[in-house]
């Protein structure tokens, strides 16, 4: 996956995540709300968003500390709206990287054997998978 596709997906995570609000509004008036609603839930709010962070977790880790480094060097500033989005949504993709490392090391690689649960399993099912190696 190049940096490319990653913005498409992430834009398309963002637009389910500005939408799925008004959906969520809206659903105990038409059916199809209510359908696109879960939808869109089951989509955005775990599997979807852990997979894209584990597939680009390098290329995001990467360029967010770029970034972050011409910010600190002053070659960009918060001045312009695009720089003020750009620092922002750095410093929220570094802290998302830190916390998603920081949940697979202390929360789900101890709990590695009790992740072969079906209940446990069906809730974290993308990170399972991704962490799914030979464990001894």
């Keep these: 996956m190049n940096m490319g596709t990653?913005?498409?997906?992430?834009?398309f995570y963002t637009v389910l995540f500005t939408i799925y609000p008004c959906v969520k509004f809206i659903k105990n008036e038409a059916k199809w709300a209510k359908r696109l609603e879960k939808k869109i839930r089951n989509m955005i709010f775990?599997?979807?968003t852990i997979i894209f962070f584990y597939e680009g977790y390098l290329d995001?880790?990467?360029?967010?500390?770029?970034?972050?480094?011409?910010?600190k060097e002053g070659i960009f500033t918060w001045d312009t709206p695009s720089l003020f989005i750009t620092n922002l949504l750095s410093i929220f993709l570094?802290?998302?990287c830190g916390f998603l490392f920081l949940f697979v090391v202390f929360y789900l690689w101890p709990r590695f054997d009790k992740l072969k649960d079906k209940s446990i399993k069906?809730?974290?099912?993308?990170?399972?998978?991704?962490?799914n190696l030979r464990h001894g």
């Design 6 to 11: 990653m913005l498409l997906i992430f834009t």
């Design 46 to 48: 775990w599997n979807h």
């Design 60 to 71: 995001i880790l990467i360029s967010s500390s770029i970034n972050l480094y011409f910010l």
């Design 94 to 96: 570094i802290m998302s």
């Design 122 to 131: 069906s809730k974290f099912e993308p990170a399972y998978e991704m962490l």
